[in-house]
């Protein structure tokens, strides 16, 4: 294995940062080919390694690039969206089921506004969500 980064206690620029993750790439591939990381509670020169390349990327990453974080949907919008996707409806077609505005069912959708308890009952009788999803994540 080759540690190139031994000596390196901090990435400060963009270049250290590309050869970083190069190294980083290598590293887990020649890992994965060789069967280091088949046990996640294994401890080997190769975890060592891309474990504190990765910290020292993650650092860099925090300190100088401005990196949004990823939006997750919840399993109750993946619910709602998977049965307007299967009952062949679009947005506005599904606020007129649910007896709601187009826009506060817009909001709805894209986490700005929570989902109210008479709205809840709805998709239970409308739309057949699983209502341990809808009071797990309204």
Known sequence: MK????????????????????????????????????????????????????????????TFMDLKPLKVKSPLILSIENEIKKNELNQRQTAQMLNIKENTFSQIMTGKRNVSMRLAKKLYEKLRIDPKTIIEYA
């Open 3 to 62: 540690k190139k980064y031994i000596d390196i206690e901090k990435i400060d620029t963009k270049e250290a940062y590309s050869e970083a993750v190069q190294s980083l790439e290598t590293l887990i591939n020649e890992a994965t080919e060789k069967g280091f990381l088949t046990n996640p509670e294994l401890c080997n020169e190769y975890t060592d390694e891309i474990s504190r390349l990765g910290n020292l990327c993650a650092d860099y990453e925090s």
